[in-house]
């Protein structure tokens, strides 16, 4: 099964051909519009979908290619965004995340929550906004704590299970701050089971046309 994930920066609309060209099975895409809004894109590479949103312009969508099948897990987020839990294929749990303000923090507290529901079939993925470079400025929430509790649990960053790069030290980034290649950053992340495994790739930089972040498979 391939898993994308982007934040595609809105407009998902004017960007579902380069999207579906990835052919995924699920799609988790942050920071799109809600699709009963705007259902033509939805239609234009999913079959079914899952959205949640604080406006119809900007929220966290998991869409489902062809056969496969989602449906949320209603794990509660209280006031934490944003964060939705669907069972895909009645065989295993996603966790889809795109955090705002306080970011690692957020994502920390509802980790925390959740934690019994965590498993090693679970799937974490999405942009955590987050990385060990800035830890300190998170305390006791931090990357790296949250990252300890989910080995814990069986669950490791794929990039960095491919890679072998140390945490805080990656060579590739998902996230140009304003699309300037010189201002990059690692800041989003799938969390899997390594037994889960089978390949892992950022795309390349030239996504920054459509978007400031990368997509992942």
Known sequence: MRLVSWNCNGKLRDKCAALSALDADIYV???????????AYAKAFSAA??????????????????????????????????????????????????????????YCIYQSIHFDRITEDTVIIGDLNSNPIWDRAHGMRSHTRVVGELARKGLYSAYH?????????????TFYLYRH??????????????????????LENTWTQYADHLPRW
């Open 29 to 39: 895409i942050q920071k799109c519009e809600d699709p009963a809004a705007y259902d």
């Open 49 to 106: 979908y899952l959205w949640i949103g604080e406006t119809k312009h900007r929220g966290l969508g998991v869409f489902a290619k062809d056969a496969n099948s989602i449906r949320e897990n209603s794990w509660p987020s209280y006031t934490l965004r944003h964060f939705l839990s669907v069972r895909v294929n009645d065989a295993f749990d996603l966790l889809a995340v795109w955090t705002c303000k306080p970011y690692i923090e957020a």
């Open 161 to 173: 299970s491919v890679t072998g790069e140390r945490p805080g030290a990656e060579t590739t980034a």
């Open 181 to 202: 290649l010189d201002k990059g950053y690692h800041t989003d992340y799938c969390f899997v089971a390594p037994r889960r495994l089978r390949a892992f790739k950022i």
